[in-house]
T-cell receptor
């Protein structure tokens, strides 16, 4: 079955450590996204990628890094520079825009990162 | 950039209708979406509306779009306890960005 998979579901990190969240999709989608969710703040865009080997900063990119070496994969690294990394992280993928044809975004089940 | 605002909380009784509202600032979105999030899970697309439409009905769901006022609403008829979740509105802006609202937590009581 096609879908988008995030791993792990729960992740604990010590302060000062980098950690990488995985996101894989087999939907053959061009675009992939990383969002951060905090209570009462909705989803905020961290990074997005429209095509392999290309990505753009979203609204809250500081302290995060990404890569897009393969179409299927868009890992997110939370670096020690991110001051408040404890949050729920959601990855999504979507086919490219095609004018009036709607392209739905599919979401993974999320990774809850806790800094201890 | 785009701002999308929603009220944070809505409480209804089972069987009543629920209306979740959303206002946005950027009118360039081609589509506007409603997503549902169950606790501890990702988002699932509920429905969407093309920006040149005023209304879309899909079973118990009715979406109303007022482009003049930049207001989007989702009405759930005959609300059930299984509808309890967080509901997000979203719009697509340039460069394939999806911008989400703050989310409305719907609580349905028996």
């Amino acid at each position: 079955d096609g879908g988008i998979t995030q791993s792990p579901k729960y992740l604990f990190r010590k302060e000062g450590q980098n950690v990488t969240l995985s996101c894989e999709q087999n939907l053959n989608h061009d675009a992939m996204y990383w969002y951060r969710q905090d209570p009462g703040q909705g989803l905020r865009l961290i990074y997005y990628s429209q095509i392999v080997n290309d990505f753009q900063k979203g609204d809250i990119a500081e302290g995060y890094s990404v890569s897009r070496e393969k179409k299927e994969s868009f890992p997110l690294t939370v670096t020690s520079a991110q001051k408040n990394p404890t949050a729920f992280y959601l990855c999504a993928s979507r086919d490219r825009d095609r004018g009036p044809v709607n392209t739905e975004a599919f979401f993974g089940q999320g990774t809850r990162l806790t800094v201890v | 950039g785009e701002d999308v605002e929603q009220s944070l909380f809505l409480s209804v009784r089972e069987g009543d209708s629920s209306v979740i509202n959303c206002t946005y600032t950027d009118s360039s979105s081609t589509y506007l979406y409603w997503y549902k999030q169950e606790p501890g899970a990702g988002l699932q697309l509920l429905t969407y509306i093309f920006s040149n439409m005023d209304m879309k009905q899909d079973q118990r769901l009715t979406v109303l779009l007022n482009k003049k006022d930049k207001h989007l609403s989702l009405r759930i008829a005959d609300t059930q306890t299984g509808d309890s979740a967080i509901y997000f509105c979203a719009g697509n802006t340039g460069f394939q960005k999806l911008v989400f609202g703050t989310g409305t937590r719907l609580l349905v009581s028996p």
